[in-house]
């Protein structure tokens, strides 16, 4: 089912299968290496002379970039209405992202637990997928959010 | 032991139980929007206005944006030579990340596990807390890394 990004979610509308995807962005490598020279600044991250024999070969985007951008997709593409709001997650980056990659993200309710102490709250468990143009997984992110039901009166 | 950041590691110079402490980042305002406006966009990353009646009451950073910065600080204080490269990792935000706090990491190795197909690799497995000035942790990472030995001849 799509969903429109202007519907706000609340618990109520959440159940375990539902899933989410998300528009894509077109990362370039002035972007990888604006993003590193402030955050990560390594030199496979800054350079293709710097990746020259590396474990990355030539330039490839900070992992906490793309962990980054993804969070971007996720907040245009998981409208829920109290906001996207991390516990805690796991996190795998199977493949290095690159320039000229197209990224878009792919997320799936995997588990939906009402809080003991919370009436009106759970913690629900989302994995998002973040992929490339050719559908390869370059990003594994499972995480523990607070979701809320809708407020009455 | 206090590490030189000058000093370049290798496999044979870490050891389970080994430490690294960062420099502190000061954190302000002006650095939560910006890294919200572009990779975080929601209400409570933005203004204590939009955070009022949220779960953060009042302006909180991304946890996107404590990553990142930890990273800046993990480059600066963990000086593996050839590079610091995540492969997966798990995180934990317990209280949110204000402006005016001084980020400082506090990383430990927990696990060095040689490798059975690469002679001269070993996963090796840090956690680092992310503190404020007060010594409260604001972020824990455990994440699993390849390091690799001296090259020789």
Redesign the interface.
Known sequence: MLKLVTERLYLEDLRVGQRFTSASHLLDAGQITK?AS???????HLSDEGAAG??FGSLAA???HT???T??LL?ESVPLA????????????PKPTRPGMALQIFSEILDITPSRSKPDMAIVTLRSETRDQDGETLQRLTVKM?VFKRPTG
Chains 1, 2 share one sequence.
């Open positions: 993003f402030e955050f990560d600044p390594q030199p496979f590396t474990l900070s992992g906490w962990a980054a951008l969070m971007r907040v109290d906001g996207l709001i991390g516990i805690e997650l796991e996190l795998a980056w607070p």
